[in-house]
């Protein structure tokens, strides 16, 4: 009943920035809380960022911090991650991810297991 829909991957040289975008569609009542993960091949999906809807907090991944910032237009149903200086081990495919009825407050929303809906994933490929 909900679709999201990731766009702004691409290739980037190292330390460049990308905006990627992810647009919830369907039936979107009550989406409470939106997050970006990344996996590589072989490797555990792992959380990027995340964002309560309305006026709620951001949470990032503490290795993150800085160079990942995540933002919202809720009445778009859209969540954007912004990422600057990217570097080599940032190549990845970058998942969205929405729950309804629950905030991002809370110690599960940081594991996928937390999030309903998913996208198909967006390609960002960081080169030297």
């Known amino acids: 009943q909900v679709q999201l829909t990731e766009s702004g991957g691409g290739s980037v040289q190292a330390g460049g920035a990308l905006r990627l975008s992810c647009a919830a569609s369907?039936?979107?009542?009550?989406?409470?809380?939106m997050a970006w993960f990344r996996q590589v091949p072989g490797k555990a999906r792992e959380g990027v960022a995340r964002?309560?809807?309305?006026?709620?907090?951001?949470f990032y991944a503490d290795s993150l911090k800085g160079r990942f910032t995540v933002s919202r237009d809720t009445a778009k149903n859209t969540v954007y991650l912004q990422v600057t200086s990217l570097k080599l081990e940032d190549t990845a495919m970058y998942f969205c991810?929405?729950?309804?009825?629950?905030?991002?407050?809370?110690?599960?929303?940081?594991?996928?297991?937390?999030?309903?809906?998913w996208g198909h994933g967006t390609q960002v490929t960081v080169s030297s």
């Open positions: 964002i309560s809807t309305g006026d709620g907090p951001e």
């Open positions: 991810a929405a729950r309804q009825n629950s905030y991002c407050d809370s110690l599960a929303s940081r594991t996928e297991d937390f999030f309903q809906f």
């Open positions: 369907g039936f979107t009542v009550r989406i409470n809380c």
